[in-house]
């Protein structure tokens, strides 16, 4: 959409403003501005801008303008312009049309003026609208078209005399809904606007180009609406085209506005048409309150982060009510449970509904390259991340690949024929026939990976897959009852090896053995350090994983490993029925269960310090004591002196002398170094004292 910055200083103060700031706050917001044009001739710059879909009202004049005063802070010059919250009554001076059974109708407004002139349109509104690449026709038709691109609105003048509605009665103005059958199973209601008995035009198509204004037009309706959204959807959704109605209305109208935009239109006229403006008539709905979005003092900080060039500072409150005031949201803040309760203006009720919203408004209008542009950083984030399901799972991953395993990844889509099994999921509406159930389990297209290796000359393949797997669990009654529809995540393998091990370089190799197969998982679950228990397979035993997997091949012999606490079944091993030159060995686990029982060790329970690179110095104290004195009490007395230079203690003799009863001899060893500097024989003698004096107790 094509913009003129001359026009958009005439709504808001942009004086001493240049266009290139205006751009830098439109590009940080969320628009992207391109093909900039300097009309010399006009002395204007001309510029399109490209919105989202949430922001449609910025392609009008007036909403781009009220956008720009937000956003570099800077006033409208006139009331009219500013955005308002919401109205309850308007129109006061109006008279009332009785159009209350139209459901398309919001908002409809009828004045006529008589003796006017359709002259050429003044050079400035040919300008404006020359820089939109429209095509000017008459004074009636360019007012429209400019009314339009100000504002949004969508305003019709139309001839009196071509819709031979003289002498006119207000009253006599009503809407008619009619059933349009479109084809024998679609049809859809239609509004249509008549005068007493004839019919004008169908509400939300096109005015008929009979009733267009032309050059000797002398008398006018001018005819505003608002039409319902969900009415021109109908529309819409009914017909293979899109009416031009229904074009202009995708834009965001903002309902406020309607009447600045019907009124301007009317003066417009007035002033350059001349002519006698009869009574004004209208109807319209309640506007809708928008809601209150209550949003947390703490949420927006957290979010947003620190200011730049504010070590550690968020958004204090009176910013963040500065920044909501300058968007012309009504707010209030309440200092005890630290919420602003924000109600937001009628142009941004639509996109604007959550509390994020509001944050993110604050963030685009204070400026998000005014906060510091990193992660914030998190404790022990090294302590989370080993917790966490993820890196368990990666460690299964890593764990495998370390034993010779290679990783693949198939689709979650199968084709029911491969291998039948009942509690496979159909896909409603599959795109091709290969693809059209959920797979119930991963070995089954680990088997054909194996077949497809297997024809290549691939004899050695030892692979394993980590992959959701769907199934549906039913209960048979009567007749059989579904219950539910499962995701699981699994983690399943597939080993044959030919050339596996040799007792010695002179004989063959030997394929893969049932033990060593199982001794490779066996080494799989104690390097993961999951408990579990290994137990046959036996007619009393319900195995789920096993039942999925019952029609994959002949098998020739199964173990089920379970929890060794809870005893819930976790995983499958098993091998098939020799289909081919050399034995196949299968796995398949639930992972969740797998990862559940597993039981992290600490090994590394001790205290780690660095080494001094200052020598040490050795002090050895030989000291009789009472036979009640405890030797290592007075060793750890030493240490909670909690001196940093005392590096150790140890007792290096003691004995006791026989003749002597109630003492003994004791030689302690006591180590002193720095981590800094090297000890010098004052540092001695001050350590020496307070251990003497310590000592002294207990001679």
């Not at 001094?612 to 405890?630: A, E, G, M, Q, W």
Request: hydrophobic letters at 35%; one cysteine or more.
């Amino acid at each position: 959409m094509k913009f003129s910055f001359k026009w958009l200083k005439q709504i808001v103060d942009l004086k001493y403003v240049e266009l290139s700031e205006v751009i830098e706050k439109l590009t940080l917001a969320g628009c992207e501005v391109e093909n900039v044009i300097h009309d010399q001739n006009s002395n204007d710059i001309i510029f399109d801008i490209s919105t989202t879909a949430n922001r449609q009202d910025l392609l009008s004049v007036v909403g781009l303008a009220r956008e720009i005063s937000s956003l570099m802070n800077r006033p409208l010059l006139n009331q009219v312009y500013s955005d308002k919250l919401y109205k309850s009554n308007y129109l006061n001076s109006y008279s009332s049309l009785n159009l209350s059974n139209s459901m398309a109708l919001l908002d409809f407004s009828l004045t006529h003026i008589n003796c006017v002139r359709n002259t050429c349109s003044p050079l400035w509104l040919q300008y404006y609208l020359h820089s939109r690449n429209i095509k000017t026709l008459n004074l009636l038709h360019d007012i429209s078209k400019y009314i339009y691109i100000k504002w949004g609105h969508h305003i019709e003048i139309f001839d009196q005399q071509k819709l031979n509605l003289l002498p006119i009665q207000y009253a006599l103005f009503n809407v008619e809904k009619k059933k349009n059958i479109l084809s024998q199973s679609n049809s859809i209601e239609l509004e249509i606007l008549k005068y007493n008995s004839q019919i004008l035009y169908t509400l939300g198509y096109d005015i008929s180009s009979n009733f267009q204004c032309d050059s000797i037009t002398e008398s006018i309706i001018v005819c505003g609406q608002v039409f319902s959204s969900k009415y021109l959807q109908n529309i819409q959704n009914n017909l293979s085209f899109k009416t031009d109605i229904f074009e202009k209305y995708q834009k965001q109208i903002i309902r406020e506005d309607f009447i600045y935009a019907y009124e301007e239109a009317v003066r417009l006229i007035v002033s350059f048409a001349g002519g006698t403006v009869g009574k004004s008539y209208c109807y319209y709905k309640g506007y809708e309150k928008p809601q209150l979005i209550i949003v947390e003092k703490n949420k927006i900080q957290s979010i947003l982060g620190y200011k730049k060039n504010h070590r550690d500072t968020y958004l204090s409150v009176k910013e963040i009510l500065s920044v909501l005031n300058q968007l012309n949201f009504v707010t209030v803040y309440d200092e005890i449970k630290k919420i602003f309760k924000v109600r937001v203006t009628s142009s941004r009720r639509f996109d604007l509904v959550r509390p994020i919203d509001i944050i993110e408004e604050i963030g685009r209008v204070y400026g998000f390259n005014k906060f510091v542009s990193k992660l914030p950083k998190i404790l022990n984030h090294q302590v989370v991340f080993k917790n966490s399901f993820t890196y368990k799972v990666n460690h299964v991953r890593q764990v495998l690949r370390n034993l010779g395993l290679h990783e693949i990844q198939n689709s979650s889509l199968t084709n029911f024929t491969i291998f039948s099994n009942h509690a496979q999921i159909a896909i409603y509406n599959p795109l091709i026939k290969d693809q059209s159930y959920l797979r119930s389990n991963l070995l089954t297209q680990l088997f054909l990976t194996y077949q497809y290796n297997i024809r290549q000359s691939n004899k050695n393949v030892e692979i394993f897959e980590i992959g959701k797997v769907f199934s549906k669990k039913t209960q048979q009654i009567t007749t059989e009852r579904l219950l539910g529809t499962f995701e699981h995540l699994h983690l399943a393998g597939l080993m044959s090896n030919s050339d596996y091990s040799r007792k010695s370089w002179l004989d063959k190799p030997n394929s893969l053995s049932w033990f060593q197969a199982k001794g490779t998982l066996e080494e799989f679950l104690e390097k993961v350090q999951a408990q579990v228990v290994w137990k046959g397979l036996n007619k009393s035993t319900y195995s789920f994983l096993f039942n999925s997997i019952s029609n994959l091949s002949d098998i020739k012999q199964v173990a089920i490993i379970s929890n060794i606490d809870s005893k819930e079944e976790i995983g499958i091993f098993a091998q098939l029925k020799k289909n081919y030159d050399y034995p196949i060995y299968i796995f398949e686990f639930n992972l969740v269960n797998l990862i559940n029982s597993i039981n992290t060790s600490n090994h590394m329970n001790c205290l780690i310090k660095p080494y001094s690179s200052y020598p040490s110095l050795t002090r050895d104290i030989s000291l009789t004591l009472h036979k009640y004195h405890s030797i290592y009490m007075i060793k750890q007395k030493i240490l909670d002196l909690n001196n940093s230079l005392i590096e150790s203690v140890e007792v290096i003799n003691q004995y006791r002398n026989h003749h002597i009863k109630y003492s003994c001899n004791v030689s302690f060893r006591i180590v002193y170094r720095s981590y800094n500097r090297t000890l010098n024989m004052d540092d001695i003698d001050l350590i020496d004292q307070e251990i003497n004096d310590l000592l002294d107790q207990y001679k």
